[in-house]
């Protein structure tokens, strides 16, 4: 059995602080350190100091005994919590560019990719996911499924475990080639802008707290837990609401998921001020685009801003109420949780907008009526689940806004039984794998 020891890289320190540990145990030279970036700013520093680590003798020596391989670990599930979509992708751009640095060093770098159907992990599809982080480029590919209930959706129904092997040949068998220098350092900088608008947006936003409050779900979350993490793995803190940064990402995305909120596509009104042509493009030429485009179609068509609005204020405001809502956000220290829904209400209106503009070449005379559904005009066999899981969820939206306008309507421990299944209906599919839609790539 190989063991990793995991260093959450904050700075060059963190992985002798480990080192100095192994050494300690008296284990150094029989375990490996994987470097797992946590955050946008560990990965920027990751590639910014890693150099420090990679010209160190003390930690050289110990890579020699180890062959000479450093492993790097990504997709924990906080990946989708502090920066949505975005982040997840600019982890994969960061990879292969860490693959770049170290070989100058005469190292080689093992990708070790986090992999789950869990929401907060933001993953995707498995074969394009870990082709894409260039896991395949060496002799050896490491990749972990998280969690039971990822495993079970993975493997526990006929058609997930032939899909899931499939998925597993065809990586192999059919090997994208791997971008190019410039072309990583473009993905970087594009990624990093995206899931700098996602924290300035939403998660580092201040009214954010009272958001969560008024509008994620986590009594349900809360009742309807059944993982085997204890409670304070769970949510860490009794009035979790307040800290956002100190809530776990599971329980974080499957709350909002529950108000009708996937969050994961926040950030992409970054894209939306691009020309059409451009974004067009992009889309027919580059794969890792054009999965970001499908995945934000997906995400937008799975998103229920009526049921988020019934939620947090018992009614569905106009558009010019909408955006005179995040107007005023504007000019507020905080806001309240009305203006942030507001703002974040118009991201999803700039992310139709860009989903429109990539998929077609052209400019929609008016975002706002374009319908969710026909974003995924691409991908027929994904339109139709959606519609048939929305279909599904919509007796428990309608339950779920009465039971928050009225407390009292069913007790907690009701709920348990109730939405057992709900969480994992929400949740966004992993696979996205649309087998009657085929696409080719140039380079």
């Known amino acids: 059995m190989k063991i990793h020891g995991i260093a959450e890289y904050t700075s060059a320190l963190s992985a002798l602080e480990v080192l100095f540990l192994m050494k300690a145990a008296q284990v150094r030279d029989g375990i490996d350190i994987a470097l797992q970036p ?3 700013a560990g990965a920027e520093r990751t590639l910014a100091t890693v150099h420090e680590v990679y010209e160190n003798p003390v930690y050289r020596q110990h890579l020699a005994t180890r062959g000479n391989r450093q492993y790097i670990t990504f997709g924990p599930s906080d990946t989708g919590k502090q920066g949505g979509k975005a982040m997840h992708k600019l982890n994969m751009a960061i990879a292969n560019q860490h693959k770049l640095i170290a070989a100058r060093y005469g190292i080689e770098v093992v990708v070790h990719v986090i992999m789950g159907g869990e929401h907060a992990r933001c993953n995707g599809v498995i074969a394009e996911t870990l082709q894409e982080f260039g896991a395949l480029e060496g002799p050896e590919t490491r990749f972990m499924l998280a969690g039971c209930a990822e495993m079970r959706a993975h493997l526990l129904s006929r058609n997930q475990s032939v899909n899931f092997l499939s ?11 791997q971008p190019s220098e410039a072309v990583i350092a473009g993905r970087i900088q594009r990624w990093g802008e995206v899931v700098r608008r996602y924290q300035a947006t939403f998660f580092e936003h201040p009214a954010l707290p009272s958001l969560l409050r008024d509008l994620a779900r986590f009594d349900v979350v809360r009742a309807t837990a059944k993982g085997t993490r204890p409670p304070s793995r769970i949510f860490n803190i009794k009035v979790f609401e307040s800290r956002p940064d100190a809530i776990r990402a599971i329980p974080w995305t499957r709350a909002l998921l ?9 950030g992409v009104g970054q894209f939306a001020q691009e020309p059409a042509t451009q974004l067009s493009k992009a889309f027919n030429e580059d794969e890792s685009f054009h999965t970001y485009v499908k995945g934000m179609a997906y995400a937008i068509a799975r998103t229920d801003l009526k049921c988020a609005w019934l939620t947090l204020t018992g009614s569905i405001p106009e558009k010019a109420h909408i955006q005179a809502l995040a107007q005023a956000l504007k000019t507020e220290a905080v ?17 139709k907008r860009f989903v429109y503009k990539a998929t077609t070449g052209t400019e929609p005379a008016d975002p706002w009526k374009i ?24 007796i428990y939206r309608l339950f779920l806004i009465y039971a928050k306008s009225n407390p009292a309507f069913i007790q907690s421990s009701s709920l348990n039984d109730f939405y057992s299944g709900f969480l994992a209906a929400v949740s966004t599919d992993a696979g996205l794998v649309d087998p009657t839609s085929a696409h080719h790539f140039t380079w």
């Open 258 to 266: 529950a108000g009708g909120l996937h969050s994961e596509l926040i």
């Open 38 to 40: 946590e955050d946008l």
């Open 335 to 351: 806001g309240t949780a009305e203006q942030l829904l507001a703002s974040l209400h118009l991201e999803v209106i700039e992310g």
């Open 167 to 177: 998925q597993l040949y065809r990586m192999h068998a059919e090997p994208l080639p």
């Open 371 to 394: 319908k969710e559904g026909s974003l995924l005009n691409l991908w027929p066999s994904l339109k139709a689940e959606v519609y048939r899981k929305e279909k599904n969820l919509r």
